[in-house]
């Protein structure tokens, strides 16, 4: 069992940054691929991006070059870095969890773990 608490969000201004955070408790942190998802209102949950057990990682196109995904698996915690953040990204993000899972898992119904979430707005 994994329970995940994400941190970070918050109002930021179009061009700005945030790092979300999110931490685990539980066993096995290390084995696990661990992604990032987004939710507006009236939308299904979007990918983000991953980052697998072995520390590969994989974006959706819209975020490629503006946000990174690391993990510390000392702290077992793993970080969404948003840079030059647009009107566009706001939305609920989410991490999510799965055992031995690849970076490039893009379906929510595959993941085994979720947190509650943190809301990011950007302004214009």
């Known amino acids: 069992q994994v329970q995940l608490v994400e941190s970070g969000g918050g109002l930021v201004q179009a061009g700005g940054s945030l790092r979300l955070s999110c931490a685990a408790s539980?066993?096995?942190?290390?084995?696990?691929?661990l992604a990032w998802f987004r939710q507006t209102p009236g939308k299904e949950r979007e990918f983000v991006g991953a980052?697998?057990?072995?520390?590969?990682?994989d974006y959706t196109d819209d975020v490629k070059g503006r946000f990174t995904i690391s993990r510390d698996n000392d702290k077992n915690t793993t970080y969404l870095q948003m840079i030059s953040l647009k009107p566009e990204d706001t939305a609920v993000y989410f991490c999510?969890?799965?055992?031995?899972?690849?970076?490039?898992?893009?379906?929510?119904?595959?993941?085994?773990?979720w947190g509650q979430g943190v809301r990011v707005t950007v302004s214009s």
């Open positions: 999510a969890a799965q055992l031995w899972g690849t970076s490039s898992e893009t379906r929510p119904d595959k993941y085994d773990y």
């Open positions: 539980g066993r096995a942190f290390s084995s696990y691929a």
């Open positions: 980052i697998s057990w072995g520390g590969y990682t």
